[in-house]
């Protein structure tokens, strides 16, 4: 394991206002155990630096100690691959996790067709209105699966954990506990965390761009020469995910699952043309309901691919799919364009966050604003200062933004967010194709300030749905 900056820890506790004991009450271990971090005589196990990331509403790399953060960051980025993840929303750390888990489970133990899993913390606590029991159900489908909530239990080494349960007769034969530790990846207790390797050499976009401007290539091009040969290939599916999404949520009607009684909007948005509708009005509507499309079936717990995030993950493939719809772009233009925001989303995400629990929704919905901008400049052939000013204007004008949602289900306010940062998409790379030599902000500049924002938002508007919006009860 990477060395922990005991400072860190202090710092972190402080900030959030504890004491030694209470942090040691939260995490089932004695003061004396925390003390003995603190003052750099004893290291927390995996187990413990997850729980304290989640307390702290840290990233595991906040913990480390300058020098080894350096040589993370000297070393670069990693594949897009793990930006763009297909799998069931509405929740990376709630669905996609538990989800990816059960897969895990069953490739290990393809002799098991019966199975129970049981939900602790966080998963028992908001997995009914995350749709936790559905997805595990469908992924073990047509094998029975029972999925127990449990509420008591609190020793739990991580607050998203789980147990899979193989069963023969009724009768416990295997048994797996797992934490959902975000972003869709996994962690089976007694595994060490398995850092993937950084393919990217550079970090920042002034680095990207001036290899691009040496090299006479694009940012598609770039990422490219750095990712594996089955990339295009997974690239392929990402779309095709998309474009179902899109698809599927016109077609579908009703009202949400978790008790809100959220209508779905897409196909009615995408029907109800009047007769003397403008060009502009079309245009608004129909990449809104595209948006809307992908963002109800990621609340429906369908599958949607991260674009970074499950909240997220309408913005894109609404931009691109109207643009392919009505300009007739090439499956193969549409993926330089995708490959660009991803370019775009990994910088953030390696700099800053795409996390709203650690950043808001800025890190979120703006992210998603950005690679849509991003993605847009590379479909309309625009240089590579122009991409970049659309994305630095598409982040910056979403400095600040909380994340509030109602009862922690991912449908208000993120549904029609996506719609409204899709069409802010479009107008930037508008204003950046007309003002891009007068900028004064970069975009690594912009991501920074997103990081240092995220940082001084308060706790209550970062995902903990106890501000804001999720204050109002219906
Ligand atoms: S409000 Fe929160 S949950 Fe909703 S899209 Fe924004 S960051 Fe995601």
Not at 35 to 57: D, V
Not at 188 to 212: G, K, L, W
Not at 437 to 449: E, Y
Not at 450 to 457: P, W
Request: glycine content about 8%.
């Amino acid at each position: 394991m990477q060395k922990i900056e005991p400072k860190k820890i202090k710092d972190l506790r402080m900030r959030q206002g504890l004491s030694q004991q209470e942090l040691s009450r939260l995490l089932g271990i004695s003061d004396r155990a925390i003390s003995k971090w603190e003052l750099g005589y004893s290291q927390p196990s995996a187990n413990h630096l997850i729980a304290l990331a989640q307390i702290f509403g840290a990233n595991i790399e906040d913990f480390l100690s300058t020098a080894e953060t350096k040589k993370e960051e000297i070393q670069g980025m990693k594949s897009l691959v793990e930006l763009f993840k297909i799998g069931k929303g509405p929740s990376s750390s709630h669905t996609m996790g538990p989800e990816r888990a059960c897969k895990v489970f069953m490739e290990q133990h393809p002799e098991i067709n019966e199975f129970q899993v049981v939900l602790y913390g966080s998963l028992a606590k908001t997995g009914k209105g995350h749709g936790t029991d559905k997805v595990i159900k469908k992924t073990f489908s047509p094998f029975p699966c029972d999925v127990v909530f449990n509420f008591t239990k609190t020793d739990i080494p991580h607050p998203n954990t789980m147990d899979i349960i193989g069963l023969k007769c009724g009768i416990e034969i295997i048994k797996a506990r797992v934490m959902s530790i975000g972003g869709g990846s996994v962690l089976f207790e007694n595994e060490s965390i398995v850092q993937t390797p950084n393919i990217y050499r550079e970090h920042t976009f002034s680095d990207i761009a001036s290899y691009c401007k040496t090299h006479s290539i694009r940012l598609w091009q770039y990422a490219v020469e750095r990712e594996n040969p089955d990339f295009w290939e997974y690239m392929n599916r990402v779309w095709n995910v998309m474009k179902t999404s899109i698809v599927c949520g016109l077609e579908d009607e009703g009202v949400l699952p978790g008790g809100l009684s959220v209508k779905k909007k897409a196909k009615s948005l995408f029907l109800s043309q009047h007769i003397d509708e403008s060009a502009e009005t079309r245009e608004n509507r129909m990449v809104c309901a595209f948006a809307f499309a992908v963002s109800e079936q990621n609340a429906s717990g369908e599958q949607i691919v991260t674009a970074p995030t499950c909240g997220a993950a309408g913005v894109l493939p609404a931009v691109l799919y109207y643009q392919q719809q009505k300009n007739g772009y090439s499956d193969r233009q549409i993926l330089q364009a995708l490959i660009t925001a991803g370019v775009v989303g990994n910088l953030i995400k390696t700099n800053a966050s795409i996390s709203g629990a650690e950043c808001g929704c800025q890190a979120e919905i703006g992210s998603a604003c950005a690679m849509a901008a991003a993605a847009l400049g590379e479909l309309f052939l625009l240089d590579i200062e122009k991409i970049e000013y659309a994305a630095e204007i598409a982040i910056e004008h979403h400095l600040g933004l909380t994340c509030d949602p109602i009862c922690g289900l991912v449908q208000i306010p993120c549904i029609e967010r996506n719609a409204v940062a899709a069409m802010r998409a479009i107008n930037a790379v508008s204003l950046a194709s007309f003002l891009w030599d007068s900028r004064k902000i970069s975009f690594d500049k912009v991501i920074k300030t997103m990081k240092e924002t995220g940082r001084d938002l308060s706790a209550p508007y970062k995902e903990t749905s106890e501000a804001g919006l999720a204050k109002i009860v219906f």
